[in-house]
């Protein structure tokens, strides 16, 4: 079966009853459209006042001005000016409301064309999601932008990411942060956006194929994690990776349904904070063998 195309896909995406669908054979498939895949995820964010849908199927480091900085992530490319609209009307905008200013210019650099396939490259910068293969999309700009400013990145952090896709959250994080390591659990997507990183001069960014739920430990500790994919818990490897003072934000299962927290460690305590109302695809391989379980305080 072939890929939808990239138009469609878009749309399909962002429909609420596709994802409201418990059958994930309609969301999922390893070679195209059509059944369930042993992959991360897809989800939606619906924020209260102006009607907000945000899908990201999961689908995540210098200065502003990176240490080392990309050959051509950016500057003098024929989408410039619809890099710039995507900020002024999907970030900057009333309703969508982010603000951190270095985050803004990181989107408005990071050339997200080149993360995506070359058929959908003309949509590249439209409101939505795109189909990236196996199954998954290269995540929708507003949810990139919303999840890296929640993080409240510093030049110097070092930045682990579950879920690494086609490399575009990485390359976000990448333009603000001092390192960034990613882990994908698709080992295809892994090579295939460890390829466009290093493409692009991506030098401060690391990837590994493999399952996120053990998190880095060699690299650990880390200033922030940033997981695309929705647990019963946070995976305590994670935890334990974070340095005091760090942040980590996620989507967990909570009651009904699931909510984006985001926590904070001081003082060896875990400070938890609901940030929105989310719908992701469950995290795969160890976290379904875990179950579910509480390691957090209720707020």
């Known amino acids: 079966?072939?890929?939808?195309?990239?138009?469609?896909?878009?749309?399909?995406?962002?429909?609420?009853?596709?994802?409201?669908?418990?059958?994930?054979r309609h969301i999922r498939q390893p070679h195209g459209w059509g059944a369930a895949a042993p992959t991360t995820g897809l989800c939606c964010i619906v924020r209260s006042g102006p009607s907000l849908l945000v899908v990201l199927l999961f689908g995540l480091v210098g200065p502003q001005t990176p240490s080392n900085p990309p050959a051509d992530a950016g500057t003098n490319d024929a989408f410039a000016a619809a890099r710039g609209r995507m900020v002024r009307d999907q970030l900057a905008a009333r309703g969508r409301d982010i603000t951190n200013a270095r985050v803004l210019a990181a989107m408005g650099r990071v050339p997200r064309h080149e993360f995506t396939p070359e058929r959908c490259r003309a949509q590249a910068y439209e409101d939505g999601a795109l189909p990236l293969g196996y199954g998954q999309t290269i995540s929708q700009p507003y949810v990139v932008a919303f999840m890296t400013?929640?993080?409240?990145?510093?030049?110097?952090?070092?930045?682990?990411?579950?879920?690494?896709?086609?490399?575009?959250?990485?390359?976000?994080?990448?333009?603000?942060?001092?390192?960034?390591?990613?882990?994908?659990?698709?080992?295809?997507?892994?090579?295939?956006?460890?390829?466009?990183?290093?493409?692009?001069?991506?030098?401060?960014?690391?990837?590994?194929?493999?399952?996120?739920?053990?998190?880095?430990?060699?690299?650990?500790?880390?200033?922030?994690?940033?997981?695309?994919?929705?647990?019963?818990?946070?995976?305590?490897?994670?935890?334990?990776?974070?340095?005091?003072?760090?942040?980590?934000?996620?989507?967990?299962?909570?009651?009904?349904?699931?909510?984006?927290?985001?926590?904070?460690?001081?003082?060896?305590?875990l400070r938890r904070e609901s940030v929105l109302p989310v719908r992701f695809v469950p995290m795969t391989g160890q976290a379904q063998r875990e179950g579910p379980g509480t390691n957090l305080p209720e707020r």
Not at 1 to 24: G, I, N, S, T, V
């Open 149 to 269: 400013e929640q993080l409240e990145p510093k030049p110097g952090d070092r930045v682990l990411e579950i879920g690494t896709g086609s490399g575009y959250q990485a390359a976000v994080l990448a333009e603000l942060v001092a390192e960034v390591r990613t882990i994908e659990i698709v080992e295809p997507l892994a090579r295939r956006a460890e390829a466009d990183l290093k493409r692009l001069g991506y030098q401060n960014v690391k990837v590994r194929a493999g399952d996120g739920y053990q998190g880095w430990s060699e690299a650990a500790p880390f200033d922030a994690i940033i997981v695309t994919c929705a647990s019963d818990q946070v995976p305590p490897p994670l935890i334990e990776q974070i340095k005091d003072g760090g942040r980590l934000i996620l989507p967990l299962k909570s009651g009904w349904g699931q909510e984006l927290v985001l926590l904070r460690r001081r003082g060896g305590e």
């Open 1 to 24: 079966m072939h890929p939808l195309p990239c138009r469609l896909a878009q749309k399909w995406f962002q429909m609420p009853d596709a994802l409201e669908a418990q059958d994930e």
